[in-house]
């Protein structure tokens, strides 16, 4: 039993996966409630047919605190033989910026690290999880933003 195992392991870590990677991460829009960032992931499909989503949850944070969390549950199918771009919102609260005035205040940015965890569903294999982060600095909406 033990032998069969190990056999189907090894083979699970030999085949060939999705891949994925985030592209750019930058504002989207800013509103009275905040301000909404987007991520772009480029996920590549090496299979000839379609694969669901079935989520994708991320966190981001800055200085060791988590300032965004959330789940986009069935966000659609990864095209086969291709990359699929993905586009991924996150809501930061206006407050949630203020508590990070500290790093804010040396630059007008805030260094951040941004977790995406894509969950899909490979026929045989069941549910498996490809993660991505990216950590960087986003720059902070000007005047001219709201305007």
Not at 5 to 15: P, Q
Not at 52 to 74: H, V, Y
Not at 123 to 132: A, C, E, H, L, S
Request: proline share 7%; aromatic share 8%; hydrophobic share 35%.
């Amino acid at each position: 039993m033990n032998k069969a195992k190990s056999y189907v392991a090894e083979k699970v870590a030999e085949m060939r996966k999705p891949e994925a990677s985030i592209k750019d991460f930058d504002i989207n829009s800013v509103t009275r409630e905040g301000v909404e960032y987007e991520a772009k992931i480029a996920v590549t499909n090496p299979y000839s047919h379609s694969i669901p989503i079935c989520e994708i949850n991320f966190d981001l944070k800055s200085d060791g605190s988590e300032i965004a969390r959330g789940k986009i549950p069935d966000p659609g199918s990864l095209t086969g033989n291709d990359t699929t771009m993905l586009q991924v919102p996150v809501k930061v609260p206006h407050n949630i910026l203020i508590s990070l005035v500290k790093d804010i205040y040396r630059d007008w940015d805030i260094d951040y690290e941004l977790n995406v965890q894509l969950i899909i569903d490979l026929p045989v294999f069941g549910d498996i999880t490809i993660p991505v982060s990216q950590k960087g600095e986003i720059k902070l909406p000007s005047f001219r933003d709201f305007f």
